[in-house]
T-cell receptor, first 114, second 114 residues
Framework: ETGVTQTPRHLVMGMTNKKSLKCEQH?????MYWYKQSAKKPLELMFVYSLEERVENNSVPSRFSPECPNSSHLFLHLHTLQPEDSALYLCASSQDSSSYNEQFFGPGTRLTVL | DAKTTQPNSMESNEEEPVHLPCNHSTISGTDYIHWYRQLPSQGPEYVIHGLTSNVNNRMASLAIAEDRKSSTLILHRATLRDAAVYYC???????????????FGKGTSLLVTP
């Protein structure tokens, strides 16, 4: 148990659906991250929030929309996804967004797009 | 970020020590060496990090070469639960352009056999 929870753990959706992934951290951290892990590919950073402000967006398609309402919660809103978006989506948090700090990861949401 | 090179896979017997190598010949003087691991069906977890001196914690030891061009993660007694992908990552807290992402690469897949 890392102190970072993600729901749901598994999600199957059609290309026309709208769904949201939720992440919650109980560590008092100020930075939160979304990563994508596709089969046989390294983890890719998608978004970074520091003190609820988005500080990095790595050329992610607009069909992925993040939201950080407070420092403990992070959402990833999904709409009109493609089958190639099927992957493990990982949330992480750290004390702040400094590159020195350890990142704590949640267990991930396994997403399948049909 | 400077690159790291790790073997694709390694195998160990249970209760034997394991030495996981990492080459980072282009490491800069301010790069820290971080290790994370990812167990099956879980998010990555922090293992250890160091700069120049060898480091020990409850999970592992990190041995850093004198010229810092390589390092070795040491698991003193491998257990079946240590079977995971181990990632060696360089992080430079002094470089504001280094970004927020942990550059995981492909890592070393460790197989532990009874």
């Amino acid at each position: 148990e890392t102190g970072v929870t993600q729901t749901p753990r598994h999600l199957v959706m059609g290309m026309t659906n709208k769904k949201s992934l939720k992440c919650e951290q109980h560590l008092g951290h100020n930075a939160m991250y979304w990563y994508k892990q596709s089969a046989k590919k390294p983890l890719e950073l998608m978004f970074v929030y520091s003190l609820e402000e988005r500080v990095e967006n790595n050329s992610v398609p607009s069909r992925f929309s993040p939201e950080c309402p407070n420092s403990s919660h992070l959402f990833l809103h999904l709409h009109t996804l493609q089958p190639e978006d099927s992957a493990l989506y990982l949330c992480a948090s750290s004390q702040d967004s400094s590159s020195y700090n350890e990142q704590f990861f949640g267990p991930g949401t396994r997403l399948t797009v049909l | 970020d400077a690159k790291t090179t790790q073997p694709n896979s390694m195998e160990s017997n249970e209760e034997e020590p394991v030495h996981l190598p990492c080459n980072h010949s282009t490491i800069s003087g301010t790069d820290y060496i971080h290790w994370y691991r990812q167990l099956p069906s879980q998010g990555p977890e922090y293992v250890i990090h160091g700069l120049t001196s060898n480091v020990n914690n409850r999970m592992a030891s990190l041995a850093i070469a004198e010229d810092r061009k390589s390092s070795t993660l040491i698991l003193h007694r491998a257990t079946l639960r240590d079977a995971a992908v181990y990632y060696c990552i360089l992080r430079d807290p002094s470089n504001s352009n280094s970004g927020y992402a942990l550059n995981f690469g492909k890592g070393t897949s460790l197989l532990v056999t009874p």
